[in-house]
């Protein structure tokens, strides 16, 4: 006998980082299990959460568990599936009555959705180009520990938050390494932040010992070079050289899809609803869309997450989604260690009014925020653990 056809309106999320786990995780209890199919297709076995992922390179006492958690409650009671490949291609039906779309994943498993939500986040380089599998995930960690401490003079290329971040990290484990950070700019981080800011930054810094070129870049790729030189021909000894210039958006497997729904620069167009721009049943939300604001995980977990959810809910009923994605308060904490950093408030009129353009915080208020724990027991209950 036949079984009966499966009736469910299928929702597929691609992207396991952030903000994919944050979807499923707040999507899954609006969800009825009758009439829905919750999918999350996802390149690696386990959720890596970046923000954690310096100190575990650069601490050998720091734990595995802080950085890496299991997908397994992440929909919480709902019976929602786990399918773990790399999504080659998605696209919508050529059908002139059909309203589905296909996700292929490894190039060969094909999965159908009612609505697809494209969660990516970027592709990262050296030190945060973290491999799929668990065992190639912790040969990577141990490899770029061992380089870490055999290294006396590690130049970081990029004075970004991550690379302010991980000269705080291993100046915490190694306080008598030489850590240099050649930024391009003129001041560290980027121009959306006042210079207020980033000048504090910078002194903090420069207090736990740091060296700062800017305004200067490292020429090349140099590998396996005891000295690199800058563009503006400052010599610099390194046994160790880690680029930390950003990440890109993660969309190649998205070119198929007709109207095609990249800009130039890789990233998704997206209308204020955070629906793909051409695509109404796909949606889209964290590092790979097209917005004027910071990348930031914070825009994710207080903006695009509700708007998502609530237009996808909206959707599946059969009504037009009305929730519109209006940007949301810039708030930005690097640490310098596990003792502090510095901490940005603005994009608030109110508070940029009585703040001069933004309230900055020091050590104090940085080690809660952020420092201290990098917020991982937050991170553990977006998978849902405790």
Known sequence: MDKKADTRLTVVIVGGGAAG????????????PKHHRLVLVTASQKYTYLPATLRLIASPDTSFDTARFPYDNVFGSFPGEVKVGVVTSIEQSRGTTEKRGMIVIDGKDNLLYDV????????????????????????HVHTWRNRIQDAKNVVIAGGGAVGIELAGEIKDVYEDKNIVVVQANPLLLGDIYPDKFRKDIEARLRSRGVKLYLNDMIEGEPD??????????VKLDCDLLISARGGQPNTKAFKFLRPFPLTD???V?????????????????????????????????????????????????????KRYYKGCMDVL????????GGTYFGGNALLDTFS???????????????????????????????
């Open 333 to 340: 904490s690097v640490s310098i260690g596990k003792g502090g």
């Open 356 to 386: 001069c353009h933004g309230l900055c915080l020091g050590d104090a208020c940085t080690r809660i925020i952020k420092a201290k724990d990098l917020n991982v027991p937050t991170a553990r209950k977006s998978v849902g653990m405790p």
């Open 224 to 233: 396996n070079e005891l000295t690199i030189k800058t563009t503006a021909g």
């Open 21 to 32: 786990v944050q979807v499923a995780h707040d999507l899954a209890p609006k969800l009825q």
């Open 269 to 321: 167009k997206v209308k204020p609803t955070l629906q793909v721009e051409g695509h109404p049943n796909i949606f889209a939300l964290g590092d790979i869309i097209e917005w004027p604001e910071a990348k930031q995980i914070i825009k994710i977990l207080y903006g695009h997450t509700d708007i998502v959810v609530a237009n996808v809910l909206s959707f599946l009923r059969g009504k037009q989604p």
């Open 265 to 267: 620069r890789g990233y």
């Open 116 to 139: 697809a939500i494209l969660a990516t986040g970027s592709v990262w380089k050296s030190h945060l180009n973290f491999p799929a599998s668990d065992e190639e995930f912790e040969k």
